[in-house]
């Protein structure tokens, strides 16, 4: 049966696509997608971003390893991590503390050297004077003047996450050997000169997470790292700045208040090597603000409003290796980025932002980070530059995984080929239904554009092997890549159209055939195609209009000159991304699937009464595999560009197998769904095997003459309805629409 036929053909190219899809998609994924690592034995990928964020994401703890992130927090995770361990491996209670049977379940004592109170609900600071480590987190402590008085031999102090709102006179009175402090999680809000006097020893000062808007600290001698972030910090008050701290190393004031940077704030740390002044609100740094740190090595600014910066201001920094200006407004252009600079964070920062005339002038850069993959084009010398791929191209390919690449030549061919082939059948054959064939083969050439666009991209990728990073910058702002975007888009909505109307048109023929709707003809198919065809390439070529002056929109971020914008959220020409993608394309997609279910729907009734016939049962298939193909190949991309807008991030695996293999699958399977399945097709192919096979045997079989008579039958009866059209009912409207005449 025909119907059987249909179906068999349609669930074998379903099945034959997912499983292709499934193979490419599988080999195209390294261990973990690209912006991801793997841990736990390779068994869970994790996102790059939470790599050291303080948060362990794998059961290893990989993500926070103290050897790695010590680099980008310091040595303060190797130490928590150190007394961490030391403290678990101690659970002995032998402190002999008074009144230990009120508190000594949730303390932990060792040779009466280090003791770890946490949750014991302390409301004051345990008597152990012979303690050099003395941790109390989580308790309800509040300090008292000289409440270490006795603790002469303290050398490492923590007071973390208590109800501290203030620090008396004195209230390290006698920890002359203290070296490190913890106040982190506390209430304090303000820090007087007396606090910390006579700690000559401390080396480390930590006071994150408090609610401190003021500060007056004495001149700590030994002081290496101080960390003030997590508070409430302006430096706009009279007379806050930092005292001659002569052996300062780190200073931390991350994720404050401060707008403003001044002269004078700085102007005692000579010996600093890195200042941390991120997540701020800072828009102004007066010059002069750094003359005093010629020894400062990292400086990150990230994460401010700084729009502008004087030109000269980091010309004393002349030993900075690090430095980030990543999420400002800022322009990078002049002498605002010191000569020695190695590695450079410019992620979050608009293209037209930078100069990158002024980064590759820096001879001793090494390592940059931008926000997109696409920027490492402009910077070929800089060996190290992150991120090193978008999932489709790294430095190296514009293609970076065979598997895309076979799948680009592949579906390239198969477009090509199929299309080629629906163009010599349908232009060959005497079809009766001409406004229908003339729709079908404009379907053809807008999906025959698809894989000429495939067709470029896997011989520039061929052209480019090994060393794309050369090109990038050149390919992506050239004409053939705008070109080829173009001939793409213009590909992806021109067949779009081309179906939405064929869909409707049938679905007016079909649900109300006593509606008055003239069957279209040649002349309104004309008409209608120059307008479909007008649509698709104005909406292409806009975007050339709109961003003319610096040649983006089609190469923006991406090689593939395909404006899909999964990875970069707000790219340049996003609106108009989203509108095209997640406007034109959504609603078309649910007209053809609403016209389709229309239709099948109209004939269920019309036909309920009397018995399926097989006319009835390859309508149904076909129209099941359009709309499945459809939807399965358009759903995806609208679902994911949907995600992409609420901060759904995006795998650049997914990305790169939906831009390379997914979006141009429907114009390959186009050709068979509305061509090669149709009954008409497959009786014309079989008429010409029958009619060689009987020649070769001289002479025509029964068999032969009967599929001939048929055709010839057709045509004769449907010219004939021309002149005399019979008195037209539901049933054999319905009908004359779904024979192997008019299909």
């Known amino acids: 049966m025909k119907y059987g036929r249909s179906f068999l053909l349609g669930s074998s190219i379903v099945f034959i696509i997912i499983v292709i899809s499934a193979l490419v998609f599988y080999f195209s994924l390294g261990k973990c997608p690209i912006g991801s690592f793997s841990c736990d034995n390779d068994t869970l990928c994790v996102p790059q971003k939470a790599f050291c964020d303080k948060y362990s994401d794998c059961k290893d703890g990989m993500d926070e390893n103290i050897q790695y992130c010590g680099q980008l927090h310091g040595s303060k995770n190797i130490l928590n991590t150190f007394l961490g361990n030391k403290i678990n491996k101690t659970r002995t209670n032998d402190c002999n503390i008074p009144n230990a049977k009120d508190y000594e379940p949730k303390c932990k004592c060792h040779s009466l050297l280090l003791l770890s109170c946490r949750n014991a609900n302390l409301s004051s600071v345990p008597y152990v004077p012979s303690a050099k ?4 987190v989580k308790n309800r402590i509040t300090l008292e003047p000289k409440a270490f008085a006795e603790f002469s031999l303290l050398e490492l102090l923590i007071i973390s996450e208590n109800e501290i709102s203030n620090l008396p006179d004195n209230a390290f009175y006698g920890l002359q050997n203290l070296q490190k402090l913890y106040l982190k999680n506390n209430k304090l809000t303000n820090i007087e000169i007396s606090a910390f006097e006579n700690l000559n020893e401390l080396l480390w000062l930590f006071l994150e997470y408090n609610n401190i808007s003021k500060f007056y600290f004495p001149s700590l001698p030994k002081l290496l790292w101080l960390d003030l972030s997590f508070n409430c910090l302006t430096l706009n008050n009279t007379g806050e700045v930092f005292p001659y701290f002569p052996k300062i190393h780190d200073l931390v004031l991350s994720n404050n208040l401060i707008f403003e940077i001044k002269k004078s704030t700085f102007g005692h740390l000579n010996s600093l090597n890195l200042l941390n002044i991120s997540y701020n609100r800072i828009h102004t740094i007066e010059d002069g603000a750094f003359d005093n740190l010629t020894n400062l090595q990292e400086l990150d600014l990230s994460n401010n409003f700084l729009h502008t910066i004087q030109h000269g201001l980091m010309n004393p920094l002349q030993n900075l290796y690090k430095l980030r200006f990543s999420e400002n407004q800022l322009k990078i252009s002049g002498d605002i980025i010191p000569k020695n600079v190695r590695e450079l964070y410019l992620d979050g920062m608009n293209e037209d932002k930078i100069d990158f005339a002024v980064l590759n002038s820096l001879k001793n850069l090494k390592f940059i980070k931008f926000p997109s993959f696409y920027y490492c084009s402009f910077v070929p010398a800089v060996i190290r530059c992150d991120p090193y791929t978008d999932g489709i191209s790294d430095l190296k390919n514009l293609l970076t995984k065979p598997a895309l690449r076979l799948s680009a030549w592949l579906i390239a061919l198969i477009t090509i080929i199929g299309n080629v082939l629906v163009l010599w059948g349908r232009g060959t054959s005497r079809d009766e239904n001409r406004a229908l064939s003339l729709l079908i083969r404009n379907l053809a050439v807008a999906d025959m554009l698809m894989g000429i666009y495939l067709l470029v991209i896997g011989i ?49 023929i079909i649900v109300n055939p006593l509606g008055g709707y003239a069957r279209l003809n040649p002349h309104a198919a004309r008409r209608t195609l120059i307008i479909v065809w007008s649509i698709g390439i104005t909406i292409s070529i806009l975007p050339i209009i709109q961003w003319r002056n610096t040649n983006m929109f089609y190469g ?64 149904a298939v076909r129209f099941f595999f359009i709309v499945f193909t459809n939807a399965a190949c358009w759903a ?41 399945t149709t009954p008409k097709y497959r009786d014309h192919l079989t008429f010409k095997w029958h009619y060689s096979a009987n020649r070769s045997s001289n002479g025509d079989t029964e068999s032969s003459r009967a599929s001939s008579n048929k055709n010839v039958t057709c045509i004769i009866t449907k010219n004939n309805d021309k002149q005399n059209p019979p008195e037209p009912s539901i049933s054999t409207i319905n009908t004359s629409y779904l024979t192997d005449c008019q299909l």
């Open 133 to 136: 480590v003395l941790i109390l």
């Open 460 to 508: 520039q990728d061929a052209s480019y092997r090994n060393e794309y990073h050369q090109y990038a910058a050149q390919w992506s702002r050239s004409w053939t890549c705008i070109t080829i975007g173009t001939v793409a888009m213009i590909s992806s909505e021109v067949s779009m159209l081309i179906l939405v109307f064929m869909s409707v048109e049938r679905f007016l």
């Open 556 to 619: 923006t971020y991406s090689g593939m000159c395909f404006p899909l914008h999964l990875i970069n959220k707000f790219p340049v020409g996003w609106q108009y991304s989203a509108f095209v993608f997640l406007g034109i394309n959504s609603i078309s997609l649910l007209l053809i699937a609403s016209a389709y279910c229309g239709m099948f729907i109209s004939v269920w009734r019309t036909r309920r009464a009397a018995l399926p016939t097989s006319a009835d049962c390859e309508f």
């Open 636 to 676: 995806p991309i609208i679902v994911l560009k949907i995600l992409n807008f609420f901060n759904v991030e995006i795998s650049a695996d997914v990305y790169a197998w939906m831009l390379v293999f997914i979006l141009p699958l429907n114009s390959a399977v186009n050709p068979v769904l509305y061509t090669f």
